[in-house]
């Protein structure tokens, strides 16, 4: 990050998503070029009621060190001497045509569309939700709706457009009035997201919510407790955050997620 106007650019967008008036600089911004120099205010880099200490020890762990490592789950891979053709398809569209015409779980039944995910095979950061709601069920395709909205916004700040991004779900049929997927259908449908992950071999996984996070993780433990670690899912760094429709709900979790966003972004390089 360079020219005033980028920054400018930047700080406007945080503007927009944090419904605040703190500001976060870039990695390597100029430690003199204070947000007022490029057109904010100079108070703009506080947060409102934070104490000095807290607001330097947030700004030093997202600049300099990064979360301490979490958990690691290595989920065994598929066997190569079996016939399941879900752990032997080739690309993205075999897994997308092979969930196209699933009934392995109830979902099947009142869905309108699956939602295997999309995105470029070569991305490097995949970012997994829970299931598809009813805009994602209407057209098939992943985050469109409301959530999927913000999640755009939220990826084009971090300088990652969606359509470099992979983008699907836990599960990729929609659960009738958006219930959580439950544990049989997660376990019913996790292949199609194991091998999608294994096929793109991202740099970051990006889990948004409780659901992704604790598949991913084959754990218990709650979404508080899951953040601000880096953890691994089979040797890839992977970072939980808030899901975007609880950031619709809940604004106050904007601003710890955008610390989660920038964390994923500094790990992908
Ligand atoms: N919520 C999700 O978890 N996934 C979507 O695709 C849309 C909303
Ligand atoms: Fe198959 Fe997954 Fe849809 Fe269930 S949710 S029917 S396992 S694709």
């Not at 947000?35 to 409102?48: D, F, L, W």
Request: charged residues 25%.
């Amino acid at each position: 990050m360079s020219d005033g106007r980028a920054l400018a650019r930047e700080y406007l967008e945080q503007q927009k998503l944090l419904g605040g008036d703190s500001v976060i600089l870039p990695d390597g911004a100029t430690p003199g070029l204070r947000p007022g120099s490029v057109g904010p205010p100079e108070n703009a880099a506080r947060t409102p009621g934070a104490s000095p200490g807290k607001t330097e020890g947030r700004s030093a762990q997202a600049d300099s060190a990064l979360p301490p490592l979490g958990l690691s789950y290595d989920p065994p891979g598929g066997d190569l001497f079996s016939n399941d053709p879900v752990p032997q398809a080739a690309s993205l569209e075999a897994i997308a045509g092979l969930v196209a015409s699933c009934t392995k779980c109830r979902l099947c039944e009142a869905r309108r569309h699956t939602v295997p995910g999309e995105g470029p095979p070569e991305a490097r950061l995949v970012v997994v939700g829970e299931g598809p709601g009813r805009v994602e069920d209407d057209t098939g395709r992943p985050f469109v709706g409301p959530a999927g909205e913000l999640l755009t916004k939220i990826l084009g700040a971090i300088e990652l457009p969606r359509e470099r991004v992979f983008i699907c779900n836990v599960v990729k049929c929609r659960p009738p009035e958006n219930r959580l997927p439950q544990f049989d259908e997660i376990a019913a449908c996790i292949p199609y997201l194991f091998r999608q992950i294994e096929i793109v071999k991202p740099k970051v996984i990006l889990a948004m919510g409780g659901t992704a996070a604790q598949t991913l993780l084959n754990t218990k433990q709650s979404l508080g407790a899951l953040r601000n670690q880096v953890h691994r899912f089979r040797g890839i760094p992977l970072i939980v955050t808030y899901h975007p429709a609880a950031l619709l709900r809940n604004p106050n979790w904007k601003k710890p997620t955008w610390d989660d966003v920038r964390i994923a972004r500094r790990l992908i390089g």
